[in-house]
């Protein structure tokens, strides 16, 4: 039997933003995490080095980022893709994951802030990502200045960014050390709204609504992504989709048991396991998604982030 519902979450789910599409806007929605982000202001951050704003080049020009250092380097380098549903996020409301992040693997994270959409519709995201990514390699003596250990990491719509980035940096020749994948979107094809494509992923069904991230707002992230909604069936964005799997950087994937997306990370990880790829799948007993903001409340989503962060580290020490 599944572990239940970590009864510390079941309290602080009816307080979580994005629950309503209904009423939901973009501007809200962001606004909405910018105001759960400043609402622990008064709980210091986790304690880096340094932080500091920086540009990176984007796919149509420059892109605010943000630079996270424990420690002396060399060191590795990982680019963070916050989540969101593409739409919401920033450098705000993930710069404490990044921070643990960068804790907890001794990396210099470079967190970036990718073009949203309704103003900017796939595959604007992904081209960023990407865009990004090889702007870092190109100026990887700034950062960690190992080129053997360049990992990419991303939560939700973020950890759907790093892994179609992931298979971009392998098409490129770009070799990472890793891909830290963190209940992530992997196949939108049907916009969360067709029965048949949803039917494939039982957890669309289970947990379609209650537990924070709900089915109707995955329709509702893909209305605004999508201009065409052909275009889910692009591996830029369903990774499981995608034509191959083999030769992509080693994985870690996180699933949250009480989450929508928890049978499509599941389905990516074996898929990459299939293809040859070195895969560790943390199924996330007792949480949702969006557990690894939640650690300072709940010690269950604390530990579970903490075990996957430990072996995203195990990666990057072992290099590319």
């Known amino acids: 039997m599944p572990a239940p519902l970590d009864p510390v979450i079941a309290q602080i789910i009816p307080l979580l933003p994005l629950r309503d599409p209904a009423v939901m806007t973009p501007q809200s929605a962001r ?12 709980v210091p951050p986790p304690p880096v080095d340094s932080v500091a704003d920086i ?37 705000e409301t993930h710069d404490r994951q990044a921070r643990n992040l960068a804790i907890e693997t001794g990396a210099v994270v470079v967190s970036v802030d990718y073009r949203r959409p309704p103003e900017a519709r796939f595959p604007a995201a992904f081209e960023d ?9 190109s100026r990887l003596a700034e950062f960690g200045g190992d080129a053997t250990r360049l990992g990419l990491a991303g939560d939700s719509a973020g950890g759907n960014l ?12 770009i070799k990472l050390a890793g891909q830290f994948l963190v209940y992530p979107v992997t196949d939108a094809v049907g916009l969360y709204a067709d029965a048949q494509e949803n039917a494939r992923f039982p957890s669309r069904s289970e947990n379609a609504e209650g537990y924070f991230l709900s089915r109707a707002v995955m329709q509702w992230f893909c209305g605004h992504y999508f201009a065409d909604p052909g275009h889910a069936a692009d591996w830029r964005v369903s990774p499981l989709r995608a034509a191959s799997l083999a030769g992509v ?5 996180t699933t949250a048991w009480f989450d929508p997306l928890r049978d ?14 070195r895969v560790k799948h943390h199924e996330g007993p007792g949480l949702i998604h969006g557990y690894f903001g939640l650690g300072e409340a709940s010690e269950v989503a604390r530990a579970e982030a903490q075990r996957a962060r430990a072996d995203f580290k195990a990666l990057l020490a072992r290099g590319a």
């Open 31 to 42: 606004d909405s995490l910018r105001a759960l982000a400043a609402s622990r202001a008064a």
């Open 55 to 91: 540009e990176v080049q984007g796919g149509a020009g420059p892109l605010a980022a943000r630079v996270y250092r424990v420690g002396a380097t060399p060191a590795p380098t990982v680019v963070f893709f916050h989540g969101g549903g593409w739409v919401a996020g920033d450098l």
């Open 129 to 137: 990502a990407f865009a990004a990514v090889r702007d870092v390699v």
């Open 162 to 173: 790093a892994a179609t980035t992931a298979i971009a940096c392998r098409d490129a020749g």
């Open 249 to 253: 950087a080693p994985a870690i994937v």
């Open 264 to 277: 499509e990370g599941a389905a990516y990880a074996r898929a990459l396991e299939a293809a040859g790829v």
